[in-house]
C-alpha cells in the first residue's frame, strides 16, 4: 500500500504520520473547497425578465380587454362598465383637487395603527398559547376557529358597543387580525425542530432565555407568514368597517369612499375606490412584507431559486 | 429538571468526568414498561476517550440524554464535573445565526463577558481550522464545516466533559476519516474528557482509549477494552482492523442472542 517513491505523502503511512497535522490542515482546505456552494445574487434583468415582465403584462391584456368590450359595444351602458378613460379622469379630478392622497392616507393610517394596535396583542397571546397547555386547550380552537369568520360580522356589534368613531374601526380591525398573528405564532413554534430545543438546552437556554434565544428566532418565519395574514385581514375588516359604518364625521377613507360612488351611482367612482383598495393591499403586501420574509428565508437558506 | 445529575464544583476535586453509577431506564411501551438501560455503571475518567458501543436498541442514545441531563434515569445515579456539553448527529446549529454567532450563544449562555466574546469564538473557529468563516451561513457551509462549527460551539461551552452522539454518521466516508483525525488532535489539544457514541465499530477503536460494548434490550456493558494502539492511529492500520474484528465478533455475537430468544 505504502510506496517509498511517491512523494505525495497521501500514500505513505509514515510521512503522512510524521507530518500528520499539517497533511490534515491541507486535505479539509481541500475538502471545504470541493463543497463550497457558490452563492450569487441574480442580475436585475433576469429578475425583471421573470419576476417583473409577467405581472406587467397581465395588467396590460386586462386593460386592453376592458377597453375592447367598450370599444366593441359589448357593454353599452356605461353605469354598468365605465371605460378605462372615465376611471383614468375619476382619478385625475380626485388628484388635482387634493383629495386622493387624503382618501388613502385616511384608511392606510388606520390600518397600520389597528395593524401595529394587533401586533402588540396578538404576539404576547400567541406565545402565552402556545408555551402554556391549558390556555391552549381552553382558547387555542376559538382562536383559529375565529380566523375563519368573516369580519365584516364584527361591525354591527362594534357600532352598537362604541358607536360610529374610529375606536369601532379599531375594534374590527382587531378582531380580524389578533387571531391570525397569534395563530401564525403558535404555528411558527410548534414547528421549531426539537432538536433546537436540545441543543438549547445543553446549551444552559431554558425558561426565558429559552424562549428568546431559541425559539423567538426559530419561530420567525411562520411568525412573519402570521403578520401578512394579518395585515391582509386587518385591512380587509377596516374596509367591511368603513363601507358599513360611513360618517361625516370619520372622513372619507377608501371604504367610504366605495360606499359614496355606490349612492352617487358612479361606477367610475366605485372603480376607482376597489383600484385603490387593491393598491394599498398589493403595495404593503410587495413593500413591507415580502421583502422581510425573503430576508428571512435568504438568511436561512430557506428560499429555493425556482 | 436533572435532579439526579448532581453538579460537583471546581473547589471539590473530582476523580471523574462522569460517573454513573447502577443507572437503569425504562419507558412506558405499548406492552407495559419496557427496560432500556439495565443498570449501567460507568466512569470516565479527566482526560479520557471512551466510545460506548452497540447495535440499535442498545440504548447509547439514551444512556448520553441520561448523563447530559436531558433526562432523569429510571435509578442509579449519574455525577458530572460541570454541566457537559452534547453533540448529535445532525449539526443542530441554528439557521437564523452566523457560525461565529452560534458559538457566541454558546459563550453568551456560559456567561463569557460580551467583549471577549468575538475573540474567543475566532480562536474556537481557528481550533477547527475554520478561521475565516465567522460570517458564513450555516448553509453555506459542507456538512463536514458544519460538524466542525458545531463542535466549536460544544467547546465554547467549556465543560470538561463532551458528549457525542454518532457525530460523523452522516457524513461521507472522506470527510469522516478526516474528522477523526480532527476531533483526535482537538481531544489532545484541549485535555478535554470524550463519551463518544457510534455504531461504527472502526470508528470506535479508531479514536477511544476504551471501547464500552452495551449488549441490546436491555442495554446492558457487555465487555470493556483499553485500547492502547498509539496515537496517532489511522482506521486502516493493521492494530485497529485486528481489535475491530474481535470486537465484531463479540457485537455479532450479542446480536445473534436476540434471533435465538
Known sequence: MASSDTKSGLTDTRQARSDGNLQTAGLEAGLDALENVATTRTPFSVTFRAKILPPLIATGVVLLVWQALITFNVVTDPTKLPSPGDVATEFKDAWLEGKLLGYIWTSVERGLLGFLLALAIGTPLGLIVARVKFVRAAIGPVLSGLQSLPSVAWVPPAVLWLGLNNSMMYAVILLGAVPSIANGLVSGIDQVPPLFLRAGRTMGATGWKGAWHIVLPASLPGYLAGLKQGWAFSWRSLMAAEIIASSPDLGIGLGALLENGRNASSMPMIFEAIFLILFVGIAVDLLVFSPLERRVLRSRGLLVKS | ?261
Open chain 2, 1 to 261: 429538571m436533572a435532579t439526579a445529575v448532581a453538579k460537583a464544583g471546581p473547589a471539590e476535586s473530582v476523580e471523574y468526568a462522569a460517573r454513573i453509577e447502577h443507572v437503569s431506564k425504562s419507558f412506558a411501551g405499548p406492552v407495559g414498561r419496557q427496560l432500556v438501560l439495565d443498570d449501567i455503571t460507568l466512569d470516565v475518567a479527566p482526560g479520557e476517550f471512551v466510545t460506548l458501543l452497540g447495535a440499535s436498541g442498545c440504548g447509547k442514545s439514551t444512556l448520553l440524554n441520561l448523563v447530559a441531563g436531558l433526562d432523569d434515569p429510571s435509578s442509579g445515579s449519574i455525577k458530572t464535573d460541570g454541566r457537559p456539553s452534547l453533540m448529535f448527529q445532525e449539526h443542530a446549529l441554528f439557521p437564523w445565526l452566523t457560525a461565529g454567532k452560534n458559538i457566541e450563544l454558546a459563550l453568551k449562555l456560559g456567561g463569557v463577558a460580551k467583549n471577549d466574546r468575538r475573540e474567543r469564538a475566532e480562536e474556537l473557529l481557528t481550533l477547527v481550522r475554520l478561521q475565516g468563516s465567522y460570517d458564513k451561513r450555516v448553509h453555506e457551509l459542507s456538512g463536514g464545516m458544519r460538524q466542525r462549527v458545531a463542535l466549536a460551539r460544544a467547546l465554547a461551552q467549556e465543560s470538561r466533559l463532551l458528549l457525542m452522539d454518532e457525530p460523523f454518521a452522516a457524513l461521507d466516508a472522506i470527510t469522516r476519516d478526516v474528522l477523526h483525525d480532527e476531533l483526535t488532535r482537538i481531544w489532545a489539544e484541549t485535555g478535554v474528557s470524550v463519551l463518544f457514541v457510534t455504531h461504527n465499530v472502526r470508528e470506535a477503536v479508531r479514536l477511544a482509549q476504551r471501547v464500552v460494548l452495551l449488549s441490546s434490550r436491555p442495554g446492558r456493558i457487555a465487555r470493556e477494552w483499553t485500547v492502547e494502539i498509539p496515537q496517532p492511529r489511522r482506521i486502516e492500520d493493521a492494530p485497529v482492523a485486528e481489535l475491530s474484528i474481535e470486537i465484531t465478533e463479540q457485537l455479532r455475537g450479542e446480536i445473534r442472542r436476540h434471533g435465538q430468544q
